[in-house]
T-cell receptor, first 107, second 118 residues
Framework: KNEVEQSPQNLTAQEGEFITINCSYS?????LHWLQQHPGGGIVSLFM???GKKKHGRLIATINIQEKHSSLHITASHPRDSAVYIC?????????FGTGTSLTVIP | GAVVSQHPSWVICKSGTSVKIECRSL??????MFWYRQFPKQSLMLMAT?????????EQGVEKDKFLINHASLTLSTLTVTSAHPEDSSFYIC??????????????FGPGTRLTVT
């Protein structure tokens, strides 16, 4: 059983659509990260959060510690948002990674 | 934001040779650097954690004699894949965390190095 589960695994959306990617975890965490991996492989850290909600541009990340669940939302999606989105959690001395959600935004 | 670079971005080597990959923090001091590998269509797998000036801590199942990690300065860590074999072909990614950050601290990822062993 994976400590971090993401859904969906693959997602195709039309440009402009509102997108939600979900992450559930089963361990006690000190922080949760949302990462974006571009087709070439490079990784960008989008958010690090331990409670509540964060917003950066068209991206919004929320976390519910009691339910052990986080969501990443993309508003007004654009083809350049096409990437793999990875949820990762840290427990204090360990990292666990989700298998990623592959997002394709069609013009 | 903070920038982490890796060199080379891709490398092809013959089986049995050794390959060194560099990870540099360009505008901050990284007391801790992490090395990951990623197989196609799979998620990141942490290989080891290195702290400046001390020996790296390897994850279970990672051969420390095969994957040599040196974190000699606050801005540079190197991963050397010794006696490389085709099964070592993978995408290697480093990340760095600044001084004073705990395990919850922000990590900054390098762009990755694609290694192909022929």
């Amino acid at each position: 059983k994976n400590e971090v589960e993401q859904s969906p695994q693959n997602l195709t959306a039309q440009e402009g659509e509102f997108i939600t990617i979900n992450c559930s975890y089963s361990v006690g965490i000190s922080a949760l990260h949302w990462l974006q991996q571009h087709p070439g492989g490079g990784i960008v850290s989008l958010f690090m959060l331990s409670s509540g909600k964060k917003k950066h541009g068209r991206l919004i990340a929320t976390i519910n510690i009691q339910e052990k669940h986080s969501s990443l939302h993309i508003t007004a999606s654009h083809p350049r948002d096409s990437a793999v989105y990875i949820c990762a959690v840290t427990t204090g001395n360990q990292f666990y990674f989700g298998t990623g959600t592959s997002l394709t935004v069609i013009p | 934001g903070a920038v982490v670079s890796q060199h080379p971005s891709w490398v092809i080597c013959k089986s049995g040779t050794s390959v060194k990959i560099e990870c540099r923090s360009l505008d901050f001091q990284a007391t801790t650097m992490f090395w990951y590998r990623q197989f196609p269509k799979q998620s990141l797998m942490l290989m080891a954690t290195s702290n400046e000036g001390s020996k790296a801590t390897y994850e279970q199942g990672v051969e420390k004699d095969k994957f040599l990690i040196n974190h000699a300065s606050l801005t540079l860590s190197t991963l050397t894949v010794t006696s490389a074999h085709p099964e070592d072909s993978s995408f290697y990614i480093c990340s760095a965390r600044g001084a004073g950050q705990g395990w919850s601290g922000e990590q900054y990822f390098g762009p990755g190095t694609r290694l192909t062993v022929t």
